[in-house]
Nanobody, 123 residues
């Protein structure tokens, strides 16, 4: 059974940093495109960052230069380092596994989802 479990969310002030983690199990983790999504309050879910099995990455324009996606294949863990956080980064953050390639911060398609972790940035 495929399982994705996010952690690392919390409340920070604008300009602060958070590091999200996503522990994956139940499938061949390294072969998938992995991505981070977020859903701001009252808005649709949007792709933030994605990474292919070869390590190639893409980001949404709104987070370029501030967020960094990475993965540890040995530990089956996906990360999202978020720096210079803004109030508009507030939302529920989800990790997802799907098919490559990735573009604009998301995979071609997403097949598996985690339960999400809340990020709140105050001004």
């Amino acid at each position: 059974q495929v399982q994705l479990v996010e952690s690392g969310g919390g409340s920070v002030q604008a300009g602060g940093s958070l590091r999200l983690s996503c522990a994956a199990s139940g499938y061949t983790y390294s072969r998938y495109c992995m991505g981070w999504f977020r859903q701001p309050p009252g808005k649709e879910r949007e792709g933030v960052a994605a990474i292919n099995s070869d390590g190639s990455t893409s980001y949404a324009d709104s987070v370029k230069g501030r967020f960094t996606i990475s993965k540890d294949n040995a530990e089956n863990t996906l990360y999202l380092q978020m720096n210079s956080l803004k109030p508009e980064d507030t939302g529920m953050y989800y990790c997802a596994a799907g098919l490559p390639p990735n573009y604009g911060g998301r995979c071609l398609s997403e097949h598996y989802w985690g339960q999400g972790t809340q990020v709140t940035v105050s001004s």
